[in-house]
Structure formats: C-alpha cells, structure tokens
C-alpha cells in the first residue's frame, strides 16, 4: 500500500514551470532545447546581467552556437522567455536549474584549483529566501562532489514551514559547437538525488521532462555523489586522452613519425575508439582544466596525493604543449619575435563557437607578447571586445590598456591579418582558414614566410604551401625537410590565468 501511495504522489507531480539562474553557454541552450522538446513547459531562463538578456532577446544572442538561433526564434515569447526579474521566475517555477559560472578560485585556500561556488551558493539563499511550497533545486552547473549537500544545508537552515524543496544533481555534458545536436540527442542524461521517498519522487518528475525526447534507456539515476563525480571525470578522461596524443606528438617530431599515422593506427582499436585522438596546441574551455583542477583538489583534500599527481599531469602536459609550440615559433623566427608583425588566425578555443576561455591562443597571445611581437588576430566569431579583454588580464599584459593598443590589432579578415607578417599562426581549426587564397597571402608577406599550423587544419595543403614558399611548421610531424637554421630549444616560462601576475619584463 505505501508503494502504491508513493507512485500515486510521484504521478501527481508535473513540471509545468522551469526557472533557469544563469544565462549562460550552459543554461541559454539548455533551456532553449527544452523548450523546444517541451511546448507545453513554460520556461524562463534569468539572469543579473541586463544586457546579456537583452541580447537573448534580440536577433544577435550573446554566444554562438551552431544551431541554436533558430531553436530560440522558434520558442522565444511561446514558452521561452528571458528575464532579470529572478525572484519572480523562482517563485513561479516547479523546477530551478542552477546554471551559473563556477570558475577557479583565483585567491584563498584551494587557489588555483578548488572550484569558486560564491555564485552557487548566492542562488540557494536566493531561492530559499523567496520560495514557497514545494520545488526541485537542480544542480546544473559543473561543481565539486558535495556541493548539492551545501545547497541542501542551506535550504535546511533557513526552513520555513510551508516549503518543501529537492536537491538534485543534473550535470551537463554538452561540447561547445555542437551544443544544440548534444541536447536533442544526448549519449546520456544523469540525474542524481537522494535516496529518500522525496528525493525519488524528484528524480522521476525531472525524468518526465526528458523523457519528452530522450529514451529511457538513455536516462541515468544516482545519487547526488555519483552524479557530481561522474561530471568530473568524464571530463577529466576526455582532457587526458588530449594530453596523451599531445605527449606523442612530441615525440613524433623528434623520431619523424606523423602524430595523425600513429592517432589513427591506434584509434582502430575498438577498446581504444578514435575520438580526442587529434593533438594540437593544447585543449581549451571552461570545463577541461576547471574539472581537472577540482579533481585534484579533491584528492589532495581526501589524502590521495598519489590520485592528485596523477591528474595533475595532464593539465602539465598541456601546459607543456603551449610552451612547446610557442618555443618552436620563437625558434624559427630567428630566436626573436621583437617587433615583428605575427597573424594570429583564430581566438576560440575551438571551431563553430564565440568561447574563448581558457583558449589556447590566450596562452600563444601572452608568450609572444612578453618577446616584443606585434600581433594581428583574426576570428569570424569572437568579437574584438572579448579579445582585448582576455588579452587585458594582469597576467597576460601589466599596462593593459596601453600595451593591449600598441601590441594588438584585431582584424577584420585573415588576409588583413596577414598583410605583412612574418609568420602565420593557426591556433583554431575554423574551416575558412582551409579555403584561402594562400598564393596571394604569401605574395604579400615578408620572406621568409612562416606558417605555425597549431591544429593540423591544412594537413592536405602542406605540399603545396611548401611549393609556393612557405616554411611550414605543424604539431606532431617534420614537414620542412632542409629548415631554415634557428637557434634551438628557446624556452618560455609557464604561467597561468588563474595565478598572481608574473612581472613584467618592459618591452
């Protein structure tokens, strides 16, 4: 009889109302999709930064994403709406997603590796603050093991006698450029929760949701541990596989093996599989390192220290991977990049996305500049103001608004970029950069023509590059048979975005 009541409780609840805090690269698409699934669902998606809902309710949204205007223009005013008045959506919604940023902690115990969770932690006392009845808390942000125990301490000490609400965890496991496909037809929706009677009954209204699109084989349930630990090592899996073929590329230019040869003789084995096997300057984003980072810090906090030095490796090796190519660019340049023009084509971390954080092309950007180059960044997708301000972070330029505008150009198009220049960097893999006019490029730039091929995205042009003159330098792979003599094994010193400012050397 009282599993018969519990079904019957667990039938009668119905998610008719979504409220997501953040609009963000995780929330905006997330609940654009659901909205689109979901007709019948009214969704608000809230956030504190006007402008940013301002232009999510415009015709230019504030990220790119392949896919996702039109899913935003099908749904916006029906039954997707976006908003700064919070407390109003939370006070409405039968679910909260909590999407907001947890960067890494860049000051205190747990510097430049525990996750920040100012942001989560504001959002519970927000919600607790103005809810009423009975409403599922969901975790959608990428956060430590725990957190969803934080946000329920909250919750249990600020209790009011007519609210009931539910911590679940719901992580997402989106991959920026195909964000929208990722939604429609995810490998997997996890969910986890609290063993209990209500936290199951929580568990099951939020499975309803996807249930709409997504089949039930596909849909997960856990507990909230597993659920947040999953997160971070499925992306802490994903960013080793990354260093590791990074690792071998290394070791491919100084034996002659080509990285992509020995990537694909591998791949086809089936206990190994082909995906992230492609070496390249190094893995970007918000997720990769932030995760590896926390999983560290977990380890070292649990007395794993063995764990921790292990996963510590791989964001090394990636660190590595930047150092090593900015070496290799200062090397061919003659050992020094003073004041030479040097195009930079692409700023994203990755192609068919505006992300630019944690990009790589940040870290190329700063080892250049600290030698003097004058940069020339070209990107179809990445507007000028977020590269100035990536770029103006203390430890990238001290002076950054002076040395940001005499250091810096950003250029309309590649062949702007590269007017002039004595090198051709490539640090994103868009596909424009296959299909220019490389003949006219190299006719107009300075000689000897260098072309840094940081994601192997011109692999079938190489021959004919070589032919119109360039010396062409790639990851994982000789290509230049007779190179152009260069003092060897310059060495860049490592930094990090999340550290203390280096001191500046004055250029």
């Not at 936290?199 to 659920?227: D, F, M």
């Not at 960013?239 to 040869?261: F, M, P, V």
Request: hydrophobic share 40%; glycine share 6%.
């Amino acid at each position: 009889m009282e599993q018969q009541l519990r079904n019957l409780t667990e039938a009668m609840f119905e998610i008719k109302k979504i409220c997501c805090i953040g609009a963000g690269y995780v929330g905006g698409p997330t609940c654009s999709v659901i909205a689109h699934m979901c007709p019948e669902i009214r969704i608000t998606v809230v956030d504190v930064n006007q402008a940013r809902i301002e232009a999510w309710n415009s015709n230019t949204l504030p990220i790119y994403e392949p896919g996702l205007k039109e899913v935003v223009e099908l749904c916006r005013g029906k039954n997707l709406f976006f908003s700064t008045d919070i407390d109003k959506a939370i006070q409405e919604s039968d679910l909260i997603f909590i999407s907001v940023n947890t960067p890494t902690k860049a000051y205190g115990m747990g510097k430049g590796r525990a996750a920040d969770l100012k942001h989560i932690e504001s959002c519970a006392r927000r919600i607790v603050a103005v809810s009423n009845g009975y409403k599922i808390v969901t975790e959608k942000s990428t956060v430590p093991v725990r957190a969803a125990e934080s946000i329920r301490r909250i919750f249990q000490s600020n209790i009011k006698p007519d609210l009931n609400l539910q911590v679940l965890s719901n992580p997402e496991f989106l991959a920026e450029g195909t964000a929208v496909n990722d939604l429609k037809n995810p490998d997997r929706v996890l969910i986890g929760g609290d063993d209990t009677p209500e936290g199951q009954e929580a568990i099951q209204a939020l499975c309803a949701v996807y249930e709409h699109w997504v089949p039930k084989n596909k849909i997960i349930t856990t507990n909230t541990w597993s659920s947040e630990l999953s997160k971070l090592v499925s992306n802490a899996f994903l960013a080793q596989r990354i260093s590791s073929i990074n690792s071998i590329s290394a070791l491919c230019e100084a034996t002659g093996a080509d990285i992509e040869d020995v990537a694909c003789a591998v791949g086809m084995d089936h206990r190994i599989g082909s995906k992230f096997l492609k070496a390249s300057v190094g893995f970007g984003g918000s997720c990769f390192q932030k995760d590896v980072l926390n999983l560290v810090y977990l380890c070292e906090a649990l007395n794993l220290p063995e764990v921790a030095q292990y996963w510590q490796q791989v964001i090394d090796m990636n660190d590595y991977q930047r150092r090593r190519f900015a070496s290799r660019i200062i090397d061919c340049l003659f050992n020094t990049a003073t004041d030479k023009k040097i195009a930079l084509l692409g700023f994203a971390f990755k192609k068919d996305t505006g992300d630019t954080r944690e990009s790589s092309s940040i870290y190329i950007s700063k080892y250049l500049l600290d030698e003097g180059a004058n940069l020339h960044i070209f990107d179809p997708k990445v507007r000028k103001e977020q590269i100035i301000c990536d770029l103006s972070h203390p430890s990238i330029l001290q002076d950054a608004s002076g040395q940001a505008s005499r250091l810096v150009t950003i250029c309309n198009d590649a062949y702007e970029a590269c007017d002039r220049a004595h090198a051709i960097v490539i640090c994103t893999e868009w596909d424009e950069f296959k299909l220019l006019d490389y003949e006219l490029i190299h006719k107009n730039m300075l000689k000897p023509a260098f072309i840094f091929d940081g994601r192997r995205v011109l692999d079938e042009l190489h021959p004919k590059l070589q032919k119109l003159g360039f010396q062409v330098e790639t990851i994982g792979k000789k290509i230049t048979v007779q190179r152009i003599p260069f003092t060897p094994t310059a060495e860049v010193p490592k930094f990090s975005l999340q550290e203390p400012p280096l001191k500046k050397v004055k250029l």
